[in-house]
């Protein structure tokens, strides 16, 4: 009998062994919901696409920021994506820090903003009631706000020195503003008196409000803060530059996020499609935007020097343009797939042109493709 | 002389009393216990284990304040067959005892083999789709898979999660080309896309999916309506070196990576179990009562299919009314409707292995049949000495 226990024991810890097996191929997954890197998530589990879920939220008119006065060091930059205004601080030696504010449209769970600064610097996630004694009272533009501050125990990697974030936030109308100091530990807290009179010197020219941003794509996905969609702020909808559409480019309604979209059938029926957007800023770069391209082909992530290898410039009206060829299986449709695409900086924008399809017609279409991105006409552009 | 006493010991009634009310006493505390500990947890803890620890507060000391269910079981066992054979006098007047005894041994062994041999996993299908396996609804494994060299399906290489949890572990398989060095685990954690004007720290991994993301872990949840979604970051090398450090995370998809001109899909995945046969779901029903949300009856018309036997037939589970196939019983679970095509229902199926699922049937036949034969041998044996007298 013992000997029955022991053995029974025996086989009950096997689990804990690597297992090798073979396994039928899978079938296509049913339709599931795909984030934008094409990753699928199973049943039940909250999205966390940043155009998906709750695309078709809106931002309401953001009014105007106005200050009297900035705190010495502090130099206005032009505010680019999200953000209502920026701002950089140096002090004589040269360090840094970063000052954004940001509207959003959005309540959000304060935890689990909070719990999102804190895990930027490496700070494990807080409690409810300990957020709540984290946060100090302060006045911004003569409303009451909280602020938080958080500090790195160590430095975080690629930085000599902790970090320190300085959050200012407050709810305002449909509004919620974040105002975020970023830097040095040491400099940061250095600046915090400066920044604590800033918030109350402020005020909103809601006559000056900016016009509505046509559809942030931002959303709350199971109680955690989503605020991009594939690593891009979007900086609104910019004015639709002047572009001459070859002939049989067939405009058809973009779906949020695009400017733009036309259909393009070649011989025997085959497809490709021509979408156009603009982010504001670099949008994550051109390294991100190549990778992300790469990814919807199935291919695997470049870095910057295999990056350069399939990538060529050439001249555009509004400056040079980035062309990026690459071809693949579409991991929808399990289709050979080409993508081809042009990526134009303008100003504080950067605009995306994108043909993908079938690698036939893409190349019929190369051509065309090429004086399209070549001959467009950006409004202010120099 | 001190082997007699530790024979008396063993298998004295004291003892069995003393199990008994261990056994009370670990079941009173344990249901409780899930209240704060959830379910699987308190289960491993005060039922699956050897002793019950208690750690006292800011401290990382470990004491053994209970026996736990497996100590008590097995005690109870051997205090069982120690009393059986001490006392054991083969006579037809003690066939009800022995038979008796047999069952209870029965009980406690099928439990046992209940506890190691058991599985439940879970089933999920929309309408029309076909399932040729289960998943654990709690623990991962981290795969690896290529196409396989005889053209049949995938080679699959599944790591289990209990070697994922230790930072620093190497796992080193001879078919996969490179090492995989565990660096963190999370029981719990989310992911969302990097947002550049947010996220300033460094992505969670270097290669694949990592560099696009931002991981939240995320407290362990424990009641049986949450579940975990774990996520680890690894270090893949090889003789050449690195290939940088990877995040896997139950809520994504597969990552390529290709050494020596083969690729790999990498997913940290709610554990698979293939079956050798098919199910596809025809159709479900969902009723509830007239007027309320309050289900009625969950239905689930499915099509088995079986290559080996050549079997397809339809049958419905519903329920109260499992499917018994193939060793493994299908209760139907949840119903729900496809996240993406409201018009398609979606069923999931709790699909329970027990190997052992007669022994509490035969074990309690044999106690009653005991109970029962002792008790008409005493009848007969009274009848008797009444007409005697």
């Known amino acids: 009998m013992t000997g029955l226990v022991l053995s029974l024991a025996t086989v009950g810890c096997k689990r804990e062994q690597v297992r090798e097996y073979q396994a039928p191929q899978e079938a296509p997954p049913a339709p599931a919901p795909a984030t934008q890197t094409g990753q699928t998530l199973p049943p039940g589990h909250p999205d966390i696409s940043g155009g ?15 200050w009297k006065s900035l705190p010495e060091g502090w130099v206005e930059k032009a505010p680019s994506a999200m953000r209502a205004a920026s701002f950089e601080i140096t002090n004589s030696t040269g360090v840094m820090a970063d000052v954004s504010v940001i509207p959003l449209p959005i309540g959000g769970r304060e935890l689990d903003l909070v719990n999102m600064w804190r895990q930027q610097v490496s700070l494990p996630p807080s409690s409810d009631a300990d957020a709540d004694k984290e946060a100090a009272a302060v006045t911004i533009g003569g409303e009451k706000g909280k602020l938080f501050d958080m500090a790195s125990a160590q430095p975080l990697q690629g930085s000599a020195d902790r970090t320190r974030i300085l959050v200012a936030m407050m709810q305002r109308g449909q509004l919620s503003w974040f ?79 695009l400017l733009a979209k036309f259909d393009v059938t070649g011989s025997s029926n085959a497809k490709a499609e021509m979408t156009v957007s603009s982010f504001g800023g670099p949008a994550g770069g051109l390294l991100a935007n190549v990778n992300r391209w790469r990814r919807q082909v199935g291919l695997g992530p470049v870095d910057e020097a295999g990056m350069d290898k399939m990538i060529s410039t050439i001249d555009a009206s509004g400056g040079k343009a980035t062309l990026v060829d690459v071809v693949g299986t579409d991991a929808k449709s399990g289709a050979q797939t080409r993508i081809l695409g042009a990526v134009v900086p303008q100003g504080d924008q950067t605009w995306f042109y994108k043909m993908m399809g079938n690698p036939a017609v893409v190349e019929d279409q190369k051509a065309a493709f090429t004086q399209f991105v070549q001959t467009i006409k950006y409004p202010h552009a120099p | 002389m001190l082997l007699d006493r530790i024979v008396r010991f063993i298998s004295s009634l004291r003892l069995t009393v003393v199990c008994l009310i261990l056994a009370i006493i670990l079941v009173f505390f344990g249901t409780l216990a899930q209240v704060n500990e959830g379910l699987y947890n308190a289960q491993a803890r005060w039922f699956r284990s050897f002793f019950v620890w208690w750690t006292p507060g800011g401290t990382d000391w470990r004491f053994p304040f209970l026996p736990g269910g497996y100590l008590v079981g097995t005690v109870l066992l051997v205090n069982l067959i120690a009393a059986h054979f001490q006392r054991f006098a083969l006579k037809w007047s003690k066939l009800g005892i022995h038979v008796t005894h047999a069952g209870l041994i029965l009980l406690l062994v099928g439990q046992l083999s209940t506890d190691m041999f058991s599985r439940e996993t879970l089933m999920s299908f929309n309408e029309g789709e076909t399932a040729n ?30 070697l994922l949890t230790h930072p620093g572990k190497v796992i080193h398989n001879a078919k996969l080309p490179f090492d995989i060095r565990v660096q963190t685990f999370y029981v719990n954690a989310a992911v969302r896309q990097r947002a550049p004007m947010m996220d300033t720290n460094p992505p969670p991994a270097t290669a694949g999916f990592g560099p696009d993301l931002t991981l939240f872990p995320q407290p362990e949840v ?89 079997e ?21 679970y949840q119903m729900g409707r496809d996240q993406v095509d ?21 074990g309690c036949g044999l106690v009653g049949g005991g109970l029962l034969i002792q008790f008409l041998m005493h009848l007969v044996k009274f009848i008797k000495r009444r007409r005697t007298v």
């Open chain 1, 52 to 66: 998906g879920g709750n695309a078709g939220l809106t931002m309401p008119a953001v009014p105007k920021l106005v």
């Open chain 1, 179 to 257: 105002f975020k100091v970023t830097g040095a530990a040491e400099f940061v807290e250095a600046q915090k008196p400066a920044f604590v009179e800033f918030l109350k010197d402020i005020s909103f020219d809601e006559t000056a409000a900016a016009a509505p941003a046509a559809d942030m794509g931002m959303g709350m996905g199971g109680g955690t803060m989503d605020m991009s969609g594939g690593g891009m702020g979007t900086g609104g909808s910019p004015d639709l530059p002047e572009w001459t559409v070859p002939a049989n480019w067939k405009s058809v309604p973009p779906t949020s996020m």
């Open chain 2, 133 to 162: 396996y289960t998943v654990s609804p709690s623990i991962t494994e981290l795969v690896f898979i290529t196409p396989a060299a005889n053209g049949k399906g995938d080679d699959v290489i599944s790591i289990p999660q209990s």
């Open chain 2, 222 to 310: 424990k009641t049986t309506d949450e579940r975990n979604t774990p996520a680890v970051i690894l270090e893949l090398s090889n003789a050449k070196g690195s290939l940088g450090t990877w995040l896997a995370y139950a809520g994504l998809s597969e990552q390529e990576i290709t050494v020596d001109n083969r690729t790999w899909r990498m997913a940290l995945r709610f554990e698979r179990h293939y079956l050798p046969f098919s199910m596809k779901l025809l159709k479900t029903k969902h009723e509830v009562y007239r007027g309320t949300d309050i289900p009625r009856n969950f239905q689930s018309r499915v099509q088995i299919d079986n290559p080996v036997t050549h």
């Open chain 2, 312 to 332: 397809s037939r339809a049958v419905d589970i519903y329920m109260n009314n499992p499917l018994r196939y193939g060793g493994l019983t299908f209760y139907q």
């Open chain 2, 342 to 362: 409201e018009r398609r229902g979606n069923s999931v199926l709790q699909v329970v292995r027990n190997p052992g699922w007669l022994t509490p049937y035969i």
